[in-house]
């Protein structure tokens, strides 16, 4: 079993939003290829993730390799993320959504997919832009001048998440410098260390902890995609589908005509709520990491998703309380407000409030 203590860590101690990324270039480094700087991450209580491109996407912060750290990010695996709390069962068996988006290279990984170059895309879009205009500029300017001015070598400089100090991507390549004979072999190497072997252990711990739950060979026929969609849903809230998932329930005793009116205007008001309005009502609310209406990061790919399918509880009219809600049971409870602009204000000082829970 996993520490107890990396086991009970909630989602601010499992994810981290920074990376302090050096550029690619020529460094000193130790007869091993690493410098002699100390690892920034000695601290096997650093996160577990963190997000090296800005874009939302999560990768693994393998820290020290030691035994209690690569078994959380076996637990991880087993238990498909752990956010403030172990499940019992796989999410992708129990159709629940994993509120982090791992980058597309881990989720390669565990499907035993190769890693190419474009993956860095997904792990660090600003790099990745950089590398592939530094190819084609290899082909179409003067290739004298450029690498000259770059002063590029194969060594990489790695962020305090990566293990910090500068590395050499072959033997003593800190001597070999980029020209455009080895640009591509350069930024092969470049990528492949950045996505891969540096976070080479708890990317493989990862990987093991899913098989371990489920049958090996069980998710061979899935791409990336398919394996992301699965995990983290449809990310962009269509109103549309929402609406075919909702059902509605009536507490209120007024009759049909004002029912069928008020959810007129519940729904135009979520049509108009901004991208981000809308996955905190559905969602994750963000700077909380607390989930207000379904307990899902996102819809799901389909209907059998939601367990259970999203609803609401209209409740008697009440223009003095908020709506609340109750996550275990995807269930909305609203109010009959008086007008659309009191449910419009309610609402959103509702998601801005965190007004959840038991009801």
């Excluded at 909305?332 to 659309?340: A, G």
Aim: glycine share 6%; net charge negative.
């Amino acid at each position: 079993m996993a520490s107890e203590a990396l086991l009970d860590l909630d989602l601010f101690s499992l994810v981290d939003r920074g990376c302090s990324r050096k550029s690619a270039g020529a460094g000193r480094s130790g007869a091993d290829g690493v410098d002699d700087a100390p690892v920034a991450d000695e601290d096997d209580n650093a996160p577990l993730f963190y997000c090296p491109g800005k874009r939302g996407f999560y990768a693994p912060r393998q820290g020290r390799c030691t035994f209690e750290r690569q078994n959380a990010f076996r637990n991880v695996g087993r238990y498909n993320f752990v956010f403030g709390f172990i499940t019992d069962c796989l999410c992708l068996l129990q159709n629940e959504l994993c509120p982090i988006f791992l980058t597309r290279h881990v989720l390669k990984s565990i499907l035993s997919r190769p890693i190419k170059f474009h993956d860095l895309a997904f792990f660090d879009p600003v790099v990745y832009e950089s590398l592939r205009q530094l190819v084609v500029d290899a082909e179409t300017k003067d290739n004298n001048s450029l690498f000259t001015a770059l002063d590029l070598n194969f060594s990489i400089d790695l962020c305090p998440e990566e293990g910090g100090g500068t590395l050499e991507l072959i033997p003593n390549g800190k001597d070999i410098e980029v020209t455009s004979a080895n640009v591509y072999d350069y930024v092969r190497k470049y990528a492949y260390y950045r996505m891969v072997k540096a976070q080479e252990k708890a990317i493989e711990n990862i990987r093991t902890g899913v098989f371990d739950v489920l049958p090996e060979g069980s998710l061979d026929g899935l791409t990336a995609e398919d394996l992301r969609l699965l995990l983290n849903g449809v990310g962009d809230i269509n109103v549309s589908v929402l609406i075919s998932y909702t059902s509605f329930n009536d507490e209120s005793g007024e009759n049909s005509e004002r029912l069928v009116k008020f959810k007129r205007w519940l729904w135009s008001i979520v049509e108009k709520m901004t991208h981000l309005e809308r996955q905190d009502l559905v969602s994750l609310i963000r700077d909380k990491r607390v989930y207000f209406w379904t307990g899902s990061p996102a819809l799901p790919a389909s209907e059998d998703g939601f367990q259970p399918m999203p609803s609401v509880t209209i409740r008697p009219a009440d223009d003095g309380h908020l709506p609340t809600a109750n996550t275990c049971i995807s269930r909305l409870y609203i109010p009959l407000y008086s007008s659309r602009s009191v449910l419009r204000q309610k609402l959103l000082l509702a998601i801005k409030t965190k007004n959840f829970g038991f009801v």
